[in-house]
């Protein structure tokens, strides 16, 4: 007796907790974590699709890799007993500066797809984006979230469509414009190439063995409406009513002669501002601020396309240096945590933004798991502020970091 009443007074019991997304988010403490858990419950293919990047994955590893080459200068006694993250983007308020990536086929991962996403965003007060290739419609996220949406724009050969989908996300108060421009052609991305990974997924043996060992995603799969292309659907021959290759798909429908000049078509109907997603050098950086671009997206799709491309951090300080203060920066790729943020924006970005950690956690616990991932980035973000003597984001500055040797 006495022996179990001194281990109860040194041993706390913790709470049960039934609720099963709440036990595994429990476990959870990093991205990594997500994209363990993401990987256990998604089928093989789909983890791949998310997951993987161009070729031998060498740009794909240095995205993150590269911030771990950075390392603080830690100013102490600063009186941090008033930390604030938030910021504005192109003039709207944001509670930090981090923006959700457009990414595509985003049901893939859960029947509410870029709904979760989008509703979790807005919870957070975060800028939120749609990509041409989403699962959900322009009319149907506008409808469940009333936060900052930006609308990515893949530029197809059938350029009335392009110039409809701008004009019904206008419509619908969307406020920036994402033109993604390094995908000419799709990146070889051999996960996929092995998997014979189509969009919808084509339903063959080895998926359905797949499935089985997945039964909580393919229960999902199955009981949810089919996933297509929402803005597209009956418009194009693509359009995920039948399973293509993504690499077919972009062959087929991307126009390989998009150029500088398309920006000015594109004003023609957007006064909003446009961020050049996939800005790889400076010279880029410095012709797009020229034609009057409000936005720089440094990024390689997230290791996606041309396998050995600079990585997004890299980029960041020598174009700022050309630009000076002018065009917004953001750091695009392998952000996985709120010290990269403080990184990214110590060296020149006006903000970052993110993809896989928001489908890691899609994949991982639904829509708790975004507003989840994002908590973790807030604290993280804080937490570096608090620990090397910032207080505002317009504190962090250069002399807070410095690249390793
Ligand atoms: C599964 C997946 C799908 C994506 N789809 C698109 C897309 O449709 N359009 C686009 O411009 N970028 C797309 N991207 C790239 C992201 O917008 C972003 O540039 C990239 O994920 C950033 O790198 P990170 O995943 O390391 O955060 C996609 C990325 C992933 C992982």
Redesign the pocket.
């Known amino acids: 007796m006495g022996m179990i009443q001194t281990f109860r007074s040194v041993v706390q019991f913790d709470s049960i907790t039934l609720d099963p997304v709440e036990r595994r988010l429990k476990k959870i403490a990093s991205i990594d974590d997500y994209r363990k858990v993401a990987k256990r419950r998604l089928p093989f293919g789909v983890f791949d ?2 997951d993987g990047g161009a070729e031998d994955e060498r740009t794909l590893q240095r ?1 993150t890799r590269d911030f771990s080459d950075i390392e603080f200068r830690p100013r102490v006694l600063r009186d941090v007993s008033d930390v604030d993250t938030s910021t504005s983007i192109f003039g709207r308020p944001a509670s930090m500066p981090l923006i959700l ?5 985003t049901r893939i991962a859960h029947s509410q797809g870029e709904l979760a996403v989008a509703r979790a965003a807005a919870r957070a007060s975060l800028p939120w984006s749609l ?3 989403g699962t959900r419609s322009i009319e149907e996220v506008a409808a469940v979230s009333d936060g900052d949406k930006w609308f ?1 724009v ?1 530029t197809w050969k059938d350029r009335g469509l392009v110039r409809e989908l701008v004009e019904r996300a206008r419509h619908a108060g969307f406020t920036a414009l ?1 033109l ?1 421009v390094d995908t000419a052609v799709l990146g070889r991305r051999e996960r996929d190439v092995r998997r014979g990974m189509t969009l919808p997924p084509k339903i063959g043996l080895g998926t359905i063995l797949d499935g089985a060992i997945h039964p909580w995603w393919t229960l999902d799969f199955l009981r949810n409406e089919p996933i297509t292309f929402a803005n597209v659907v009956g418009r194009n021959e693509d359009d995920g009513t039948t399973a293509v290759s993504l690499a077919e798909h972009v062959a087929r429908q991307f126009d390989q002669a998009l150029s500088w000049d398309d920006i000015d078509w594109l004003r023609t109907f957007w006064d909003g501002p446009i961020v050049l ?1 996939g800005i790889q050098t400076v010279a880029d950086a410095k012709q797009a601020v020229a034609l009057g671009v409000e936005g720089i997206g440094l ?1 390689n ?2 290791g ?1 396309q041309l396998d050995d491309a600079p990585t997004p951090i890299s980029l960041v300080e020598p174009v700022r240096q050309e630009l000076g203060a002018d065009a917004t920066i953001i750091c ?4 996985r945590r709120g010290s990269d943020i403080v990184k990214a924006i110590a060296l020149g970005a006006d903000a970052v ?5 928001y ?1 890691y956690a899609l994949g991982a616990a639904g829509e708790r798991g975004v507003d989840h991932m994002l908590a973790f980035m807030r604290d993280g973000l804080h937490r570096t502020m608090a620990l090397s003597g910032v207080r505002s984001i317009a504190e962090i500055d250069r002399d807070l970091v410095q690249w390793k040797r």
């Open positions: 699709y998310i995205n990536a457009p990414t595509g086929f990509s041409t290739m990515q893949y994402w993604t997603k990024s799709h997230g996606r695009d790729g392998g952000v933004s993110i993809g896989r950690p489908f």
